[in-house]
């Protein structure tokens, strides 16, 4: 069975950090393109960053550009999204991503002073 847990979300202040993890089983993660999305209310899921099978390659939503960084632990299964200078547009809930079809529960994450 596929799983992505996501975790890592909360209330930070603007300018803040936080940093998300999603755990993922029941797939050859070590093989397949990860992906951060992010759902803020009234608006439509939209893609924040993306990384390669190996780590080699990244790529950024310009919204969160030179503030967000993806990366990945293939030996642990584990996709992570730090997140640095934290805007209030940044509130949203966050999800973790592969293929056509494959989500997390995904994450709140809240920027509010």
């Known amino acids: 069975e596929v799983q992505l847990v996501e975790s890592g979300g909360g209330l930070v202040q603007p300018g803040g950090s936080l940093r998300l993890s999603c755990a993922a089983s029941g797939f050859p993660f070590s093989s397949t393109i990860m992906r951060w999305f992010r759902q803020a209310p009234g608006k439509e899921r939209e893609f924040v960053a993306g990384?390669?099978?190996?780590?080699?390659?990244?790529y950024y939503a310009d919204s969160v550009k030179g503030r967000f960084t993806i990366s990945r632990d293939n030996a642990k299964k584990t996709l992570f999204l730090q997140m640095n200078s934290l805007k209030p547009e940044d509130t949203a809930v966050y999800y973790c991503?592969?293929?056509?079809?494959?989500w997390g529960q995904g994450t709140q994450v809240t920027v509010s002073s």
């Open positions: 991503n592969f293929g056509d079809g494959y």
């Open positions: 990384i390669t099978w190996s780590g080699g390659r990244t």
